[in-house]
Protein backbone atom coordinates (compact mmCIF):
# COMPACT_ATOMS: atom_id res chain seq x y z
CA UNK A 1 0.00 0.00 0.00
CA UNK A 2 1.30 3.08 -0.84
CA UNK A 3 2.15 5.98 1.80
CA UNK A 4 2.58 9.57 1.81
CA UNK A 5 3.79 11.85 4.48
CA UNK A 6 3.74 16.11 4.12
CA UNK A 7 7.10 17.78 3.65
CA UNK A 8 6.67 21.51 4.01
CA UNK A 9 4.20 22.52 1.46
CA UNK A 10 4.99 19.31 -0.63
CA UNK A 11 3.55 15.94 -0.31
CA UNK A 12 6.24 12.80 -0.78
CA UNK A 13 4.56 9.63 -2.00
CA UNK A 14 6.71 5.79 -1.40
CA UNK A 15 4.87 3.71 -3.78
CA UNK A 16 6.16 -0.02 -3.19
CA UNK A 17 7.63 -1.57 -6.88
CA UNK A 18 4.76 -4.36 -6.68
CA UNK A 19 2.05 -1.65 -7.14
CA UNK A 20 3.03 -0.07 -10.73
CA UNK A 21 -0.77 0.44 -11.54
CA UNK A 22 -0.43 3.43 -9.21
CA UNK A 23 2.74 4.66 -10.10
CA UNK A 24 1.86 4.45 -14.28
CA UNK A 25 -1.26 6.19 -12.53
CA UNK A 26 0.46 9.10 -11.15
CA UNK A 27 3.29 8.97 -13.72
CA UNK A 28 0.28 9.10 -16.64
CA UNK A 29 -1.19 11.86 -15.13
CA UNK A 30 1.70 13.66 -14.78
CA UNK A 31 1.30 14.04 -10.53
CA UNK A 32 4.77 15.55 -8.85
CA UNK A 33 8.38 13.70 -9.93
CA UNK A 34 10.12 11.59 -9.52
CA UNK A 35 12.75 11.49 -6.91
CA UNK A 36 16.37 9.55 -7.29
CA UNK A 37 16.58 8.58 -3.86
CA UNK A 38 15.34 4.98 -4.01
CA UNK A 39 14.44 2.90 -0.93
CA UNK A 40 14.60 -0.69 -0.98
CA UNK A 41 11.42 -2.32 -2.72
CA UNK A 42 9.72 1.06 -2.98
CA UNK A 43 10.03 4.31 -5.09
CA UNK A 44 9.35 8.11 -4.40
CA UNK A 45 6.93 10.77 -5.85
CA UNK A 46 7.29 14.44 -4.84
CA UNK A 47 3.48 16.19 -5.32
CA UNK A 48 2.67 19.64 -4.81
CA UNK A 49 -0.21 20.52 -2.32
CA UNK A 50 -2.50 20.67 -5.24
CA UNK A 51 -1.54 17.56 -7.34
CA UNK A 52 -2.03 15.84 -3.79
CA UNK A 53 -5.61 16.91 -3.00
CA UNK A 54 -6.40 16.04 -6.09
CA UNK A 55 -5.30 12.61 -6.04
CA UNK A 56 -6.51 12.23 -2.86
CA UNK A 57 -9.99 13.30 -2.10
CA UNK A 58 -10.88 13.58 -6.17
CA UNK A 59 -9.55 10.76 -8.13
CA UNK A 60 -8.93 8.59 -4.96
CA UNK A 61 -5.68 7.12 -6.06
CA UNK A 62 -3.66 7.59 -3.14
CA UNK A 63 -5.71 6.94 0.60
CA UNK A 64 -6.90 9.26 3.00
CA UNK A 65 -5.47 9.57 6.81
CA UNK A 66 -6.83 7.91 9.16
CA UNK A 67 -9.28 10.26 11.18
CA UNK A 68 -9.00 12.69 8.26
CA UNK A 69 -12.05 13.55 6.12
CA UNK A 70 -11.77 15.97 2.69
CA UNK A 71 -12.66 18.81 5.00
CA UNK A 72 -9.94 18.41 7.71
CA UNK A 73 -7.45 18.09 4.63
CA UNK A 74 -8.55 21.19 2.83
CA UNK A 75 -7.79 23.12 6.21
CA UNK A 76 -4.38 21.77 6.79
CA UNK A 77 -3.17 22.62 3.34
CA UNK A 78 -4.44 26.03 4.07
CA UNK A 79 -2.45 26.72 7.31
CA UNK A 80 0.73 25.73 5.19
CA UNK A 81 -0.94 27.69 2.26
CA UNK A 82 -2.99 30.38 2.73
CA UNK A 83 -3.18 30.50 -1.08
CA UNK A 84 -4.10 26.79 -1.38
CA UNK A 85 -8.03 27.26 -2.17
CA UNK A 86 -7.49 29.78 -4.71
CA UNK A 87 -4.42 27.66 -6.64
CA UNK A 88 -6.26 24.30 -5.89
CA UNK A 89 -9.14 25.57 -7.68
CA UNK A 90 -7.52 26.87 -10.79
CA UNK A 91 -5.83 23.39 -10.75
CA UNK A 92 -9.22 21.28 -10.32
CA UNK A 93 -11.16 23.59 -13.21
CA UNK A 94 -8.30 22.49 -16.12
CA UNK A 95 -7.50 18.66 -15.11
CA UNK A 96 -11.31 19.24 -15.35
CA UNK A 97 -11.51 20.12 -19.06
CA UNK A 98 -9.16 17.77 -20.00
CA UNK A 99 -5.86 19.45 -19.51
CA UNK A 100 -2.16 17.97 -17.85
CA UNK A 101 -1.56 20.71 -15.36
CA UNK A 102 1.67 20.82 -14.87
CA UNK A 103 3.85 23.84 -12.42
CA UNK A 104 4.60 27.04 -14.21
CA UNK A 105 7.19 28.40 -12.26
CA UNK A 106 9.78 28.58 -15.56
CA UNK A 107 7.42 31.18 -16.75
CA UNK A 108 6.50 33.66 -13.42
CA UNK A 109 2.99 31.34 -13.22
CA UNK A 110 1.35 29.16 -11.20
CA UNK A 111 0.78 26.46 -14.10
CA UNK A 112 0.83 25.39 -17.43
CA UNK A 113 -1.23 23.69 -19.34
CA UNK A 114 -0.41 20.62 -21.79
CA UNK A 115 -2.59 18.74 -24.36
CA UNK A 116 -0.99 15.58 -23.67
CA UNK A 117 2.38 13.78 -22.80
CA UNK A 118 5.04 16.34 -22.19
CA UNK A 119 7.17 14.21 -24.44
CA UNK A 120 4.99 15.00 -27.20
CA UNK A 121 3.09 17.97 -27.00
CA UNK A 122 4.55 21.64 -25.88
CA UNK A 123 2.53 23.75 -23.14
CA UNK A 124 -0.04 25.48 -24.67
CA UNK A 125 -1.18 27.96 -21.91
CA UNK A 126 0.42 30.06 -19.32
CA UNK A 127 -2.05 30.10 -16.43
CA UNK A 128 -1.42 32.95 -13.71
CA UNK A 129 -3.67 33.04 -10.85
CA UNK A 130 -4.04 36.33 -9.17
CA UNK A 131 -4.50 37.44 -5.55
CA UNK A 132 -7.67 38.26 -4.16
CA UNK A 133 -5.92 41.40 -2.70
CA UNK A 134 -5.66 43.23 -5.84
CA UNK A 135 -5.59 42.58 -9.83
CA UNK A 136 -2.23 41.89 -11.89
CA UNK A 137 -0.84 45.19 -12.94
CA UNK A 138 0.14 46.03 -16.30
CA UNK A 139 3.81 45.30 -16.05
CA UNK A 140 3.20 41.84 -14.68
CA UNK A 141 0.30 41.39 -18.03
CA UNK A 142 3.45 42.72 -20.20
CA UNK A 143 5.84 40.99 -19.13
CA UNK A 144 3.80 37.45 -19.12
CA UNK A 145 2.42 38.13 -23.18
CA UNK A 146 6.22 39.22 -23.94
CA UNK A 147 7.20 35.96 -22.84
CA UNK A 148 4.48 34.09 -24.29
CA UNK A 149 4.78 35.09 -27.53
CA UNK A 150 8.67 33.69 -27.57
CA UNK A 151 7.53 30.87 -26.45
CA UNK A 152 3.86 30.39 -28.56
CA UNK A 153 1.94 30.31 -25.96
CA UNK A 154 -1.54 32.16 -24.53
CA UNK A 155 -1.66 33.94 -21.04
CA UNK A 156 -4.82 32.63 -18.93
CA UNK A 157 -5.49 35.09 -16.41
CA UNK A 158 -7.32 33.62 -13.61
CA UNK A 159 -9.30 34.80 -10.52
CA UNK A 160 -11.21 32.63 -7.96
CA UNK A 161 -13.62 34.40 -5.56
CA UNK A 162 -16.05 32.49 -3.16
CA UNK A 163 -19.62 33.55 -3.34
CA UNK A 164 -22.54 32.86 -1.54
CA UNK A 165 -25.03 33.53 -4.04
CA UNK A 166 -28.05 30.68 -3.67
CA UNK A 167 -28.91 31.23 -7.41
CA UNK A 168 -25.52 30.06 -9.14
CA UNK A 169 -24.94 26.30 -9.30
CA UNK A 170 -21.83 24.28 -9.55
CA UNK A 171 -19.70 23.03 -12.68
CA UNK A 172 -19.94 18.95 -12.55
CA UNK A 173 -16.56 17.25 -10.96
CA UNK A 174 -16.16 15.34 -13.69
CA UNK A 175 -13.12 15.30 -16.31
CA UNK A 176 -13.78 15.47 -20.25
CA UNK A 177 -12.30 13.14 -22.72
CA UNK A 178 -10.79 15.79 -25.00
CA UNK A 179 -9.21 19.13 -23.51
CA UNK A 180 -11.39 21.76 -23.92
CA UNK A 181 -11.02 26.25 -23.01
CA UNK A 182 -13.92 26.96 -20.59
CA UNK A 183 -13.62 30.28 -19.05
CA UNK A 184 -16.06 30.67 -16.31
CA UNK A 185 -16.97 27.81 -13.53
CA UNK A 186 -18.31 27.62 -10.44
CA UNK A 187 -17.42 24.80 -8.17
CA UNK A 188 -18.23 23.69 -4.55
CA UNK A 189 -15.81 21.93 -1.62
CA UNK A 190 -16.38 21.51 1.51
CA UNK A 191 -19.35 23.46 1.33
CA UNK A 192 -17.70 26.17 0.14
CA UNK A 193 -18.72 27.89 -3.29
CA UNK A 194 -15.82 28.98 -5.55
CA UNK A 195 -16.27 30.80 -8.82
CA UNK A 196 -13.42 30.60 -11.24
CA UNK A 197 -12.78 32.93 -14.44
CA UNK A 198 -10.48 32.98 -17.04
CA UNK A 199 -9.21 35.86 -19.05
CA UNK A 200 -7.27 34.73 -22.67
CA UNK A 201 -4.33 37.30 -23.49
CA UNK A 202 -1.66 37.20 -25.88
CA UNK A 203 0.98 39.70 -27.23
CA UNK A 204 -0.32 41.44 -30.33
CA UNK A 205 2.75 43.09 -32.37
CA UNK A 206 0.89 45.96 -34.47
CA UNK A 207 4.23 46.18 -36.94
CA UNK A 208 3.46 42.77 -38.21
CA UNK A 209 -0.39 43.46 -38.57
CA UNK A 210 -1.48 41.26 -42.10
CA UNK A 211 -3.59 44.04 -43.86
CA UNK A 212 -5.66 41.49 -46.07
CA UNK A 213 -6.80 39.66 -43.21
CA UNK A 214 -10.49 39.92 -42.79
CA UNK A 215 -10.88 39.71 -38.64
CA UNK A 216 -8.67 39.74 -35.71
CA UNK A 217 -10.83 37.94 -32.82
CA UNK A 218 -9.40 35.62 -30.67
CA UNK A 219 -8.10 32.69 -31.58
CA UNK A 220 -7.74 29.37 -30.09
CA UNK A 221 -3.83 28.76 -29.14
CA UNK A 222 -2.76 26.22 -31.82
CA UNK A 223 -0.88 23.12 -31.35
CA UNK A 224 2.60 22.46 -31.05
CA UNK A 225 3.97 18.75 -31.38
CA UNK A 226 7.82 18.74 -30.08
CA UNK A 227 10.28 17.52 -33.27
CA UNK A 228 12.10 14.54 -32.66
CA UNK A 229 15.79 14.53 -32.83
CA UNK A 230 16.84 12.16 -35.45
CA UNK A 231 20.16 10.40 -34.41
CA UNK A 232 23.40 11.02 -36.25
CA UNK A 233 24.55 7.76 -37.68
CA UNK A 234 27.84 6.61 -36.01
CA UNK A 235 30.80 7.54 -38.61
CA UNK A 236 33.28 4.41 -39.40
CA UNK A 237 36.14 3.38 -37.87
CA UNK A 238 38.69 2.58 -40.55
CA UNK A 239 40.50 -0.54 -39.82
Not at 139 to 159: F, G, I, N, S, W
Given at each position: ??????????????????????????????????????????????????????????????????????????????????????????????????????????????????????????????????????????????????????????????????????????????????????????????????????VPIRFWDTATVDQDRVSYAFESQPMILKSRSKKKPKAKTKA
Amino acid sequence: MALWQRHDATVVVVIPDADEALWTALEGGTYGAAVSEYDQGARKRVLSLCEAYYAIVIEELLPMPVHATPATLWEEFCTILPSFPRFFVVYHHFRRLGWLVRPGLNYGAQFVLYRGNADTYHSEYIVYVQTEASSASWHVVQALTRLAEDVKKTVLMCQVHETNDGQRSANEHSAVDEPTLQLCAVYTFNGRMFVVDAVPIRFWDTATVDQDRVSYAFESQPMILKSRSKKKPKAKTKA
